[in-house]
Nanobody, 115 residues
C-alpha cells in the first residue's frame, strides 16, 4: 500500500509561481512511475507531467517550458515547479504513482491562478 500526500497549492496571481510536493509513504519500493495530473471544473482529468524510474520526463504541451517535474534523492517525493502560471492552470492537482499494476492517487491540492 502506498499513500500519497500533496501539498503546496494555493492562490497565485497570473505570472506567479508555485511548487507542489507529493510525498509517498508505505510500501514505496518498486514505484516505477510518478506523475502529476489536474482536473479543472467541468473537464476531464489530464496529465500535466510525469517521470518514470529511469528519470525520463514527459510534459503536456500546455505546460512545456513553464513546469518542471523532479524528485528527491530518496525518490519518495516528487515535485512540480510551476512558473509563469496562467488562469487556465487553475485546477485540482493530483499526484499519481504506479507500483506494478496498481495505481495510487493523492487527495489533490487546489491551485487557483487569479488576479
Amino acid at each position: 500500500q502506498v499513500v500519497l500526500v500533496e501539498s503546496g497549492g494555493g492562490l497565485v496571481q497570473p505570472g506567479g509561481s508555485l511548487r507542489l510536493s507529493c510525498a509517498a509513504s508505505g510500501s514505496i519500493f518498486s514505484i516505477n512511475y510518478m506523475g502529476w495530473y489536474r482536473q479543472a471544473p467541468g473537464k476531464q482529468r489530464e496529465l500535466v507531467a510525469d517521470r518514470i524510474s529511469d528519470g525520463r520526463t514527459n510534459y503536456a504541451d500546455s505546460v512545456k517550458g513553464r513546469f518542471t517535474i523532479s524528485s528527491n534523492n530518496a525518490k519518495n517525493t516528487v515535485f512540480l515547479q510551476m512558473n509563469s502560471l496562467k488562469p487556465e492552470d487553475t485546477a485540482i492537482y493530483y499526484c499519481n504513482a504506479v507500483q506494478g499494476r496498481t495505481n495510487y492517487w493523492g487527495q489533490g491540492t487546489q491551485v487557483t491562478v487569479s488576479s
